[in-house]
C-alpha cells in the first residue's frame, strides 16, 4: 500500500497569511493526487485533482504543485472561511489512502 | 444535479453486520462509471472502504477485504455497503462518494453523501 504523510497535522495563521501544506507518498504516484477540504460537520470537498489542477468553482487562492512523491498544498492568502481540515489523497493504485489531514485554524 | 443520501442503521452490537445503502439521484448507477465507499472514524481521518465498477468488479481495501461487499441495485438506483463481524474499531462516519460525469481516474470522488454515524457497541 501507498503510505500519503501529510504535514503539519495542524497549523494557525493569520487572515491573508500564505499557508502551504505538504504530502509526501511512499513511491512514485506521477501526478495522481487529489485535494480535499473537509469542513466540520461535513463531506470533503475535492479541491483539486491531477496535483495541480484546481476544480470548477474553486477559488484562485488554492493551489496545488509536484509530482513523483512531493507534493505541495497552498492557500495564497487565508480566509476566515478556509477553516477546515485538509486531505491528500492518490490514486495510483488501489487501495487508495488519504494522509492523515492538515487542520487549518485563524490566529 | 446529483444527489447522495446514505441510510441505514445507526447502531449495531459487535458481530453484527453492517448494512448500508446509497441512493443516487442524477446518475444511473448501472451506467456511472464507479461508486465508492468512504470511512472515518470520530475525530480521525479518512479511510477507503471499496468501489464497485460499472463493469461490475468491485476493489476493496486489503484490510476489510475479508469482511466487505459492495453491490449495485439498478432496480432502485441504489448501491450498498455490507461490512461483517463488526467491532467498535467499525464506528465511523459512512460516506457514499462517485465522480462527476466524464471522469475516468482511478479514485477521484465528486460528489459525497452528507455521511451517517454507525456506532458499534454492546
Known amino acids: 500500500d501507498i503510505q500519503m504523510t501529510q504535514s503539519p497535522s495542524s497549523l494557525s495563521a493569520f487572515v491573508g497569511d500564505r499557508v502551504t501544506i505538504t504530502c509526501q507518498a511512499s513511491q512514485d504516484i506521477s501526478n495522481y493526487l487529489n485535494w480535499y477540504q473537509q469542513k466540520p460537520g461535513k463531506a470533503p470537498k475535492l479541491l483539486i485533482c491531477d496535483a495541480s489542477n484546481l476544480e470548477t468553482g474553486v477559488p484562485s487562492r488554492f493551489s496545488g504543485s509536484g509530482s513523483g512523491t512531493d507534493f505541495t498544498f497552498t492557500i495564497s492568502s487565508l480566509q476566515p472561511e478556509d477553516i477546515a481540515t485538509y486531505y491528500c489523497q492518490h490514486y495510483n493504485n488501489f487501495p487508495l489512502t488519504f494522509g492523515g489531514g492538515t487542520k487549518v485554524e485563524i490566529k | 444535479q446529483v444527489h447522495l443520501q446514505e441510510s441505514g442503521p445507526g447502531l449495531l452490537k459487535p458481530s453484527e453486520t453492517l448494512s448500508l445503502t446509497c441512493t443516487v439521484s442524477?446518475?444511473?448507477?448501472?451506467?456511472?462509471?464507479?461508486w465508492g465507499w468512504i470511512r472515518q472514524p470520530p475525530g480521525k481521518g479518512l479511510e477507503w472502504i471499496g468501489t464497485?465498477?460499472?463493469?461490475?468488479?468491485?476493489y476493496y481495501n486489503p484490510s476489510l477485504k475479508s469482511r466487505v461487499t459492495i453491490s449495485v441495485d439498478t432496480s432502485k438506483n441504489q448501491f450498498s455497503l455490507e461490512l461483517t463481524s463488526v467491532t467498535a474499531t467499525d464506528t465511523a462516519v459512512y460516506y457514499c462518494?462517485?465522480?462527476?460525469?466524464?471522469?475516468?481516474?482511478?479514485?477521484?470522488?465528486?460528489?459525497w453523501g452528507q455521511g451517517t454515524l454507525v456506532t458499534v457497541s454492546s
Open positions: 462518494a462517485t465522480p462527476a460525469e466524464g471522469v475516468f481516474r482511478l479514485g477521484q470522488f465528486d460528489y
Open positions: 442524477g446518475y444511473s448507477v448501472s451506467s456511472h462509471y464507479y
Open positions: 464497485i465498477y460499472q463493469s461490475g468488479s468491485t
